[in-house]
């Protein structure tokens, strides 16, 4: 039950789900998607992260901020200045007010002194996303037969690169919680679940495409680097990143199961990623 479910592909918060991936056919017959991550990279090593991490979010009312849109429709109802001011310092605004932002509200009949106050009291743009990651081992054993898992995320020309080494993860004990999972009526299995959590540095906005992946090599720096095999198994998402927001929290789960015959080793079984935005 639990690797079928993390094998399944989830719509994002966002309304977007697994994008249509390009493939190729290799020499040997086989079908693995084609690689749209650019070729410069930054590698970072997530074991080190800590789940307690997450940021706290915070609101100055019970009400959302309001959007770029949703003022030029007030201000289009015939709402006054005055009061959109009003209501955009105590709820602020996720707009965007770059250059381009303001025009296109200046555009749409928004008076020169709510451009001003979107311009003083709009949300900090984003510049990360903070990550959640999930990684839940079933059964008991040691080691993995592809000891790493990586997901790639593409950032307009930059490709970054995170990476977790399992048997190093899994040898730090006071790292997971255990459970047991009853799900099979004959046989109970110990569930071991570790929660790392940190930030993904993005300069883009707008769509992006994210490789989960597991590999047997220590040392991959980039999508191309993957062997045939691999490239089929990753899997792909995308989603759709704002230029501001109260809250950027993505999540991705990846499960692994004892392997049935090789007892000692650990299989990837799938993985599962979303997005929300607030």
Not at 243 to 265: E, H, I, N, W
Request: charged share 20%; aromatic share 8%; hydrophobic share 40%.
């Amino acid at each position: 039950m639990l690797a079928h479910a993390l094998a399944a592909v989830l719509a994002l918060a966002t309304g977007q789900v697994q994008g249509e991936v390009p493939r190729t056919s290799t020499a040997s017959g086989q079908s693995v998607p084609v690689l749209p991550f650019p070729g410069q990279t930054q590698t970072y090593n997530i074991i080190q992260w800590d789940p307690n991490q997450l940021p706290r979010i915070y609101e100055r009312t019970d009400q959302l901020p309001l959007t770029g849109e949703e003022v030029a429709k007030l201000a289009q109802a015939g709402f006054d200045e005055a009061q959109l001011v009003k209501m955009i310092e105590q709820r602020r605004c996720a707009c965007d007010a770059s250059a381009d932002g303001l025009i296109r509200l200046k555009q749409a009949g928004v008076p020169k002194g709510v451009l001003d106050a979107v311009s003083t009291h709009a949300l900090r743009p984003n510049r990360a996303l903070d990550l959640l990651v999930t990684l839940d081992f079933t059964g008991e054993s040691r080691t993995a037969r592809e000891g790493f898992l990586y997901f790639f995320v593409e950032d307009g020309e930059l490709t970054r690169v995170f990476t977790a080494n399992l048997p190093e993860l899994l040898a730090r004990e006071n790292r997971h919680e255990t459970m047991v999972d009853r799900s099979d009526i004959l046989r109970a299995r110990t569930v071991r679940r570790i929660q790392l959590a940190g930030q993904v540095p993005l300069k883009t906005y707008g769509t992006h495409r994210v490789m989960v992946v597991a590999s047997a090599s220590p040392t991959l720096t980039h999508p191309s680097q993957l062997t045939e095999h691999e490239r089929a198994k990753a899997q792909l998402y995308t989603f759709d990143y704002p230029r501001s927001s109260l809250q950027s929290l993505c999540r991705l789960t990846a499960g692994y199961k004892r392997d049935a015959v090789l007892t000692s080793k650990w299989n990837f079984q799938g993985s599962r990623f979303e997005c929300e935005w607030n």
